[in-house]
């Protein structure tokens, strides 16, 4: 069984930078389906274009652009490429990195699709750091590693058994229903009193209601903005904002800067 060893991957590498145990690369997918292989390390892929699909023995995961998915170095998959062209930004983690932080190398297990719209939004300025490059970026990389280490730790520990079955109809609802989103609405549609919809959501979203929808949000317009051909009005309406003045607004609230230069920015 192929085994792929540190910044290793099948395609066509574009970029990385490479320190402190800490791997990023960029890669344009060149191969329709891989062979089933291992990876020497933990990493993840965040899908820039295109459409990707990841298969173990368990599940086979499709992975449009935006998505992003963490493989351990245990995992036995494979990756195929269902669209004519597609493209991925990785992290990669050595052994040696986790255990410098004191991390256990099996967080977690297997193969996850991160849907939790914080790490997307760290990951999304770590692609930015990746691709500016000057005097701070070495430094912010370490710091929004360390940031995605730890949210992912934290999703890992919360197992399923001790998650009620009404919050995962309520991400369900979140990230799928750009319609209706007041706590009333939620409320009737969960069976469950607003109040304790309010109180409970924080320890199961890791942040409060409000501050999670505009996370999902932020994560829809991410993956749209990797897209030139979208414009800034259609990437506001299609994620749920109230106009381009808003989505302006939240995005430089997390960012430091608007949706505009953000773009640009990867492009250069």
Not at 22 to 47: A, G, I, Q
Not at 133 to 153: C, F, N, P, R
């Amino acid at each position: 069984m192929k085994v792929l060893t540190k910044g290793e991957y099948f395609g066509q590498q574009d970029q990385k930078v490479d320190f402190n145990g800490v791997l990023l690369s960029r890669y344009d997918y060149t191969v329709t389906k891989t062979d089933w292989h291992y990876h020497e390390n933990p990493y993840f892929m965040y899908v820039l274009h295109g459409v990707m699909i990841d298969g173990n023995s368990r599940a086979t995961t499709p992975c449009p652009s935006g998505s992003l998915m963490f493989t351990n170095w245990q995992e036995l998959h494979y990756g195929a490429k269902v669209s004519d062209t597609a493209g991925g930004f990785h992290l990669e983690l050595e052994q040696h990195w986790l255990k410098q932080h004191g991390i256990d190398v099996a967080f977690p297990e297997g193969s996850l699709l991160v849907e939790n719209p914080y790490l997307h939004f760290l990951f999304a300025k770590l692609y930015h750091e990746f691709m500016v490059k000057d005097h701070y970026s070495t430094v912010a990389i370490e710091v929004l590693v360390a940031q995605i280490v730890e949210v992912l730790g934290t999703i890992n520990r919360m197992h399923d058994k001790d998650i009620p079955n009404w919050i995962k109809d309520l991400k369900e609802l979140l990230h799928y229903d750009t319609e209706h989103l007041s706590l009333s609405y939620l409320a009737d549609q969960l069976d469950v009193h607003p109040v304790h919809i309010s109180r409970a959501a924080p320890k199961y979203l890791t942040t409060s209601l409000g501050e999670y929808i505009r996370q999902v949000k932020l994560k829809k317009a991410l993956s749209l903005l990797l897209d030139s051909t979208h414009s800034l009005t259609a990437i506001a309406y299609h994620s749920g904002f109230a106009d381009q003045s808003h989505f302006n607004r939240v995005f430089k609230s997390y960012f430091n800067m608007n949706p505009g230069t953000y773009r640009k920015n990867l492009n250069k």
